[in-house]
């Protein structure tokens, strides 16, 4: 399974776009990348998943190189509601059969 | 169409008791996988199965640890002689066959 490198936390004001970068340097040909977002206390929710170039969907961008082997998480505007942990991860396109890892995630923290 | 469902969503347990954490699936979702989070850390795979299968277990202890998914009820993630050790939070997760991930509020199991 490919590992995932991602900074540990972040810091932002309400109303400023985030980017969270995630490095994902041994994909295989067949991964997706896919983020989720975690509150305290809650399971991990699904915010978006891609395999090239650009995907949006309602609450986020996800940018792929073409390389893959690095993705961005987009945030646009933040709200203080975005205060979360944020995972990237790597896994196959049978994802039914995928033992998806998290790693130690992204602590982002939004100030007033 | 309700969300996948753990219970209990605290448990507490002496050390030497057995620990036992239910998961129902999201309807129609024939995966199920089992994920331990310690405090600041990210989600570790346990366990995937399928109805009446066990996938992977490639993350599980080897002692004490055993799930199930039976055809009929939820699945059953069991701890027996749970040492402190033990104590964190288990996510359960349903997938049907190629689509999204979704988790469960997680059980919080405390080992007194």
């Known amino acids: 399974l490919a590992k995932t490198t991602q900074p540990i936390s972040m810091d932002s004001y309400e109303g400023q776009e985030v980017n969270i970068t995630c490095s994902h340097n041994?994909?295989?040909?067949?991964?997706?990348i896919t983020w989720y977002q975690q509150f305290p206390s809650q399971g991990p929710r699904f915010i978006i998943q891609?395999?090239?170039t650009k995907v949006t969907n309602e609450v986020a961008s996800l940018f792929i190189p073409a390389d893959r082997k690095s993705s961005t998480l987009s945030l646009p505007r933040v709200s203080l509601s975005d205060t979360a942990v944020y995972y990237c991860?790597?896994?196959?396109?049978?994802?039914?059969?995928?033992?998806?890892?998290f790693g130690s995630g992204t602590r982002l923290q939004v100030q007033p | 169409n309700a969300g996948v469902m753990q219970n209990p969503r605290h448990l507490v347990r002496r050390r030497g008791q057995e620990a036992r954490l239910r998961c129902s699936p999201m309807k129609g979702h024939s995966h199920v996988y089992w994920y331990r989070q310690l405090p600041e850390e990210g989600l570790k795979f346990m366990v995937y199965?399928?109805?009446?299968?066990?996938?992977?277990e490639s993350g599980m202890p080897k002692e004490r640890f055993s799930a199930e998914f039976p055809k009929e009820g939820p699945s059953i993630l069991r701890i027996q002689q749970v040492v402190r050790g033990d104590s964190a939070a288990y996510f359960c997760a349903s997938q049907d066959s190629g689509g999204e991930r979704f988790f469960g509020p997680g059980t919080r199991l405390t080992v007194l």
């Open positions: 041994n994909i295989a040909t067949n991964d997706y």
């Open positions: 991860l790597v896994g196959g396109s049978d994802t039914g059969r995928r033992a998806l890892t």
């Open positions: 199965l399928q109805k009446e299968n066990i996938i992977d």
């Open positions: 891609g395999y090239k």
